[in-house]
Nanobody, 124 residues
Framework: QVQLVESGGGLFQAGGSLRLSCAASGSFITINSMGWYRQAPGKQRELVAEVLPGNKLDYVDSVKGRFTISRDNAKNTVDLQMNSLKSEDTAVYYC??????????????????WGQGTLVTVSS
């Protein structure tokens, strides 16, 4: 079983910074991509940033220049450095990963995994 465990959420001031961390654990072969999504109250979940194969980085326009995603392949972790926080960054942030694993029959399988979410509240 694979788990993603997030940390780093809380209450922050506008203009401030925080760092979210996510660690993958369990039985898997390799992680294809890792990223961060968020869901604000009354809104749909949206992609914030992701690290794709080949270390290609992708960001939603609203966070470009303020957020930086980084991945440590050896530790199976992904971090999101969030600077110049705005009230509109308030949301539950979810870690996401696509990975390969062996199922109970030994077949190579592909799986999407989500973390439990961590709340980030930015006060203005």
């Amino acid at each position: 079983q694979v788990q993603l465990v997030e940390s780093g959420g809380g209450l922050f001031q506008a203009g401030g910074s925080l760092r979210l961390s996510c660690a993958a654990s369990g039985s898997f072969i390799t992680i294809n991509s890792m990223g961060w999504y968020r869901q604000a109250p009354g809104k749909q979940r949206e992609l914030v940033a992701e690290v794709l194969p080949g270390n290609k980085l992708d960001y939603v326009d609203s966070v470009k220049g303020r957020f930086t995603i980084s991945r440590d392949n050896a530790k199976n972790t992904v971090d999101l450095q969030m600077n110049s926080l705005k009230s509109e960054d308030t949301a539950v942030y979810y870690c996401n990963a696509y990975l390969y694993y062996r199922d109970y029959q030994g077949r190579l399988s592909y799986l999407e995994v989500w973390g439990q979410g961590t709340l980030v509240t930015v006060s203005s």
